[in-house]
């Protein structure tokens, strides 16, 4: 940071409004030849295995192997010239992370991420490479979140939360813009959820041009804080979860999260990890494409609600992330082929 500026107070997104749609057009317009336009892919098997008409939503191809690229440039880029120059903190397991490293690196902001010391060192080495400096600390034992808003308040940084930010939100939501644009018309749509900035900012694009949709998130079994702060009424804090699906280990939701999913959201299921493996297996069997654990949640749950669709239905699926290091890809897949998936 040049001697010239001196500390300041971080942006507080305590104080930022709720996004709408507008703001997830604008930041369509903001991703705009930066984001990648991933594809939406089609298999007459993955169809017949959940009884409906399936479209996903390749956000594995997306810039940094996942869809956080594009909060994490949409909030960077809304900053000005000034919180630019200072720099931006945030936490993350690893895609967030990473998206916030390569925003930095493209918008020329300085960037420090607070990671867990047991993320997938597929995440790490990518985060560093981006020119992300890397603090790691433990999970289990201490809060990512105090540590984001120390270091923001003594280092004049701002903090650009993984999912608890209008802006993040509102960038997330334009991979359901797309989704949208190619599929025209959805019944259903399935969404992983973590800490909720995709599947608050997907249900936002969703609900716009589709009022009769059927929302649902999709959380690991282990990590059901979503689920049950829905059914509560409140956010509900949980100890942090073991999952293969790293991307959504969070102890709860976002409170800029939770209203838009309280509106907007249908309903919140839970998947096992051996369904996960499964599901990964799948996708690298039969379509012939890499996707994490975290990203299979939305398709798992559609295959398990088999009973649940009708034949003509058009369901809606994002596939959030496919950064997965190659030791854990192959074991998930020698473990599912063992479970007989």
């Known amino acids: 940071m040049p001697s010239s500026i001196q500390p300041a107070a971080s942006t507080e997104p305590d104080d930022l409004a709720?996004?709408?749609?507008?703001?997830?057009?604008?930041?369509?317009?903001?991703?705009?030849?930066?984001?990648?336009?991933?594809?939406?892919?089609?298999?007459?098997?993955?169809?017949?295995?959940?009884?409906?008409?399936?479209?996903?939503?390749?956000?594995?191809?997306?810039?940094?192997?996942?869809?956080?690229?594009?909060?994490?440039?949409?909030?960077?880029?809304?900053?000005t010239d000034e919180q630019k120059q200072r720099g931006v903190?945030?936490?993350?397991?690893?895609?967030?992370?990473?998206?916030?490293?390569?925003?930095?690196?493209?918008?020329?902001?300085?960037?420090?991420i607070i990671m867990p010391k047991d993320a997938p060192a597929l995440k790490i080495r990518a985060t560093q490479e981006y020119g992300g400096q890397?603090?790691?600390y433990d999970r289990y034992t201490e809060n990512r979140e105090e540590?984001?808003?120390?270091?923001?308040?003594?280092?004049?940084?701002?903090?650009?939360?993984?999912?608890?930010?209008?802006?993040?939100?509102a960038g997330q939501g334009t991979a359901m813009l797309e989704l949208l644009d190619e599929a025209q018309h959805l019944d259903?749509?399935?969404?992983?959820?973590?800490?909720?900035?995709?599947?608050?900012?997907?249900?936002?694009?969703?609900?716009?041009?589709?009022?009769?949709?059927?929302?649902?998130?999709?959380?690991?079994e282990a990590g059901n804080d979503g689920q049950q702060s829905l059914k509560a009424g409140k956010i509900?804090?949980?100890?942090?979860?073991?999952?293969i699906a790293d991307g959504a280990i969070v102890t709860h939701v976002g409170h800029h999260n939770f209203p838009i999913l309280q509106d907007l959201v249908d309903d919140i299921v839970t998947v096992s990890d051996a369904e996960l493996a499964a599901t990964l297996r799948f996708f690298a069997e039969r379509m012939k494409i890499v996707v994490e654990p975290t990203g299979c949640l939305g398709a798992?749950?559609?295959?398990?609600?088999?009973?649940?669709?009708r034949a003509q239905q058009r369901v809606g699926i994002i596939l959030s992330g496919g950064n997965v290091d190659l030791e854990r890809y192959s074991k998930f897949l020698t473990e599912s082929s063992h479970a007989g998936t």
């Open 89 to 112: 903190v945030t936490y993350s397991s690893g895609n967030h992370a990473q998206a916030v490293a390569y925003a930095g690196k493209l918008l020329g902001t300085s960037t420090t």
């Open 188 to 220: 259903v749509l399935y969404v992983p959820l973590g800490g909720g900035g995709l599947l608050a900012g997907s249900a936002i694009a969703a609900r716009a041009h589709l009022p009769d949709i059927r929302i649902i998130g999709v959380e690991p």
């Open 300 to 309: 798992a749950a559609a295959f398990a609600s088999v009973n649940q669709h």
């Open 236 to 243: 509900i804090h949980i100890p942090a979860p073991k999952s």
């Open 147 to 169: 540590i984001g808003r120390r270091l923001a308040q003594e280092r004049g940084l701002t903090l650009i939360p993984p999912y608890d930010h209008p802006d993040v939100i």
């Open 134 to 136: 890397v603090q790691f």
């Open 18 to 79: 709720r996004p709408g749609i507008d703001d997830v057009v604008a930041a369509a317009a903001r991703l705009q030849g930066v984001a990648h336009r991933t594809p939406v892919l089609t298999s007459r098997t993955a169809d017949k295995k959940a009884g409906a008409q399936l479209f996903f939503k390749c956000e594995n191809f997306q810039r940094g192997g996942a869809f956080k690229f594009r909060g994490a440039y949409n909030a960077i880029a809304a900053l």
